[in-house]
C-alpha cells in the first residue's frame, strides 16, 4: 500500500502536545513512520515535500524530516514531474484548496498513493474518487479493520 503523508503531518511531532486531538494524531503519525520503516508500507515523498520543509525556519525539524524521507521513502515525484502534476493540481484549486495543498494531493495522485494523510481541516475536507484523504488516526483505525478482515 502506497501512501503519502502532508507536511502537517511530519511536523505534528513538533506541535504542543498538551492538546489531546494533537498528541492522538502524534501517535498515530508515530506508528506509520514505524509501519513505513518496517517494509509494511511504501512511502512517496515528493518536490512539493521537499520545497516546503525547505522552508521550515527550525533547522533540527527540517533536517529530521529531510532524513526521514531521504531514508524511507520508496518513490520520489521529482521537479521534473512538475508539468504533469501541476495539471492535476489545477482541478484541485478550482474546488478551494491552496496552491501548496494542491501540489500535495496532484504528488499523491500522481504516483498513485492509495492514501494522502494529512492533519489539515480544510485538506480533509476535499474529496477525490482518485485517494482517499484521511487523518492520521483514520488511517491506522482503517488499517486495523483491514487486518481483522
Same mark, same amino acid.
Given at each position: ?77 521529482? *521537479?521534473?514531474?512538475?508539468? #504533469?502534476?501541476?495539471?492535476?493540481? +489545477?482541478? /484541485?484549486?478550482?474546488?478551494?484548496? !491552496? %496552491? ?26 476535499? *474529496?477525490?474518487?482518485?485517494? #482517499?484523504?484521511?487523518?492520521?488516526? +483514520?488511517? /491506522?483505525?482503517?488499517?486495523?479493520? !483491514? %487486518?481483522?478482515?
Amino acid at each position: 500500500m502506497r501512501i503519502y503523508l502532508d507536511n502537517c503531518c511530519y511536523n505534528r511531532p513538533y506541535d504542543d502536545q498538551s492538546q489531546m486531538r494533537i498528541h492522538l494524531e502524534t501517535e498515530a503519525k508515530l506508528h506509520i513512520q514505524d509501519m513505513v520503516r518496517r517494509g509494511d508500507l511504501e512511502l512517496v515523498a515528493s518536490f512539493a515535500l521537499t520545497y516546503e520543509n525547505a522552508k521550515n525556519r527550525f533547522a533540527h525539524k527540517r533536517e529530521a524530516i529531510s532524513k526521514y524521507m531521504e531514508a524511507n521513502a520508496s518513490y520520489y515525484v521529482g *521537479k521534473e514531474k512538475d508539468k #504533469e502534476v501541476a495539471k492535476i493540481a +489545477e482541478n /484541485i484549486k478550482l474546488t478551494g484548496i !491552496k %496552491d501548496m495543498d494542491a501540489f500535495h494531493i496532484a504528488c499523491a495522485i500522481f504516483s498513485e498513493s492509495d492514501f494522502f494523510i494529512t492533519t489539515d481541516d480544510r485538506v480533509l475536507k476535499y *474529496k477525490s474518487e482518485k485517494i #482517499e484523504i484521511v487523518t492520521p488516526g +483514520e488511517f /491506522i483505525r482503517r488499517m486495523e479493520e !483491514k %487486518d481483522d478482515e
